[in-house]
Each structure stands twice: as C-alpha cells, then as structure tokens.
C-alpha cells in the first residue's frame, strides 16, 4: 500500500511528474475520487513529466484529450458525463496498447481494465489531498518502491 499526502496542488502535481518518468506504453491508470479531488491536477503533474509541453484541461467534451509525441502517447480520459450506453460505445480498449491511458473515474468502467491496472485513489481534505493505492500488482512494485 502507497499513500501520500500533498498539501497543495503544487505537491499533487511534483509526486505525479516524479511517477510519470516510470510510465511506459501500455500503462493504465484509474483515477477514482469525488469532484474536485484532484485528478485532473493529478495528470497535469503526469504530463509535464512526460515531458509533454500542452496544457492539459479536462476533457469534458472530448471524452478523451490525446497527447501524442515521438516517444509516448498520453490518452487522459474522463467518464463522468457517459451514459451507462456511452460507456459500453466507448471503445476503452483501441488505447490500451498504444499509449499511456489515465481515466478520470476510472471506476466506472473497472470491469474493462486490463489485470494490471493501476487504481490511485484521491480523497480531499481541508486544501490537502490524500493519494492511496490499495492494490500493487507485479508490473508497479518496482517503479512504486522506487519513488518513496
Ligand atoms: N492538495 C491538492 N491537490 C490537488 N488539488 C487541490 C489540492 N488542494 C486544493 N486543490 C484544488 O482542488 C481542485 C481540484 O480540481 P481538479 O479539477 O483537479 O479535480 P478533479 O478530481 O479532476 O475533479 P472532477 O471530478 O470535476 O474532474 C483544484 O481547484 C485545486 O486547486
Ligand atoms: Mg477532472
């Protein structure tokens, strides 16, 4: 078990970048918390570590905001808004391979995650978030243990 507690946006954002520098294609993340609590300035940490130079936003309207580069592509997801329908239309599985995918309220779709799924877990508090990851399968023990 993983868990952290960043004080600002700021700390959110520095523990993201430090662990985007261990993510490879194939990587899939779901971020799971209540509004506001810091997935999206959570991926903003992760693509500035990716060394990606666009700003991201949320990806309200676009279902998915594709960052692509050289080297890696970033797929960052937000699911909120789908209809049970949307959600079987959404066709999750043409990214897994192909790039990095983070998905915002990625628990709505956990029957549809690869077995190596990285499930982080955000929890606000007063101005401070807490990061937990409960479960760390073989393909994260290494890059995680690495990081504290
Ligand atoms: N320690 C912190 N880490 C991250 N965000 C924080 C922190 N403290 C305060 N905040 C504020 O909380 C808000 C988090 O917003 P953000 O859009 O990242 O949340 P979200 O989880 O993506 O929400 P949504 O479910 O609506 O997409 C921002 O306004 C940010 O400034
Ligand atoms: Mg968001």
């Given at each position: 078990?993983?868990?952290?507690?960043?004080?600002?946006?700021?700390?959110?954002?520095?523990?993201?970048?430090?662990?985007?520098?261990?993510?490879?294609?194939?990587?899939?993340?779901?971020?799971?918390g209540?509004?506001?609590?810091?997935?999206?300035?959570?991926?903003?940490?992760?693509?500035?570590?990716?060394?990606?130079?666009?700003?991201?936003?949320s990806p309200?309207?676009?279902?998915?905001?594709?960052?692509?580069?050289?080297?890696?592509?970033?797929?960052?997801?937000?699911?909120?808004?789908?209809?049970?329908?949307?959600?079987?239309?959404?066709?999750?599985?043409?990214?897994?391979?192909?790039?990095?995918?983070?998905?915002?309220?990625?628990?709505?779709?956990?029957?549809?995650?690869?077995?190596?799924?990285?499930?982080?877990?955000?929890?606000?508090?007063?101005?401070?978030?807490?990061?937990?990851?409960?479960?760390?399968?073989?393909?994260?023990?290494?890059?995680?243990?690495?990081?504290?």
């Amino acid at each position: 078990m993983v868990s952290h507690t960043f004080k600002s946006p700021a700390e959110t954002q520095a523990w993201a970048e430090k662990f985007a520098r261990t993510l490879t294609r194939g990587d899939v993340l779901a971020l799971i918390g209540p509004l506001g609590a810091g997935k999206t300035t959570f991926v903003q940490g992760l693509a500035k570590g990716l060394g990606l130079k666009n700003k991201v936003t949320s990806p309200t309207f676009a279902l998915v905001n594709e960052y692509l580069s050289k080297t890696k592509n970033l797929y960052h997801m937000d699911v909120y808004r789908l209809s049970e329908r949307e959600l079987r239309a959404f066709p999750l599985e043409e990214y897994y391979e192909t790039g990095i995918c983070i998905i915002e309220w990625g628990d709505r779709l956990r029957e549809r995650w690869p077995v190596e799924t990285l499930a982080l877990h955000l929890k606000p508090g007063q101005g401070s978030r807490r990061l937990t990851i409960k479960e760390i399968t073989p393909r994260w023990r290494k890059r995680l243990a690495d990081l504290a």
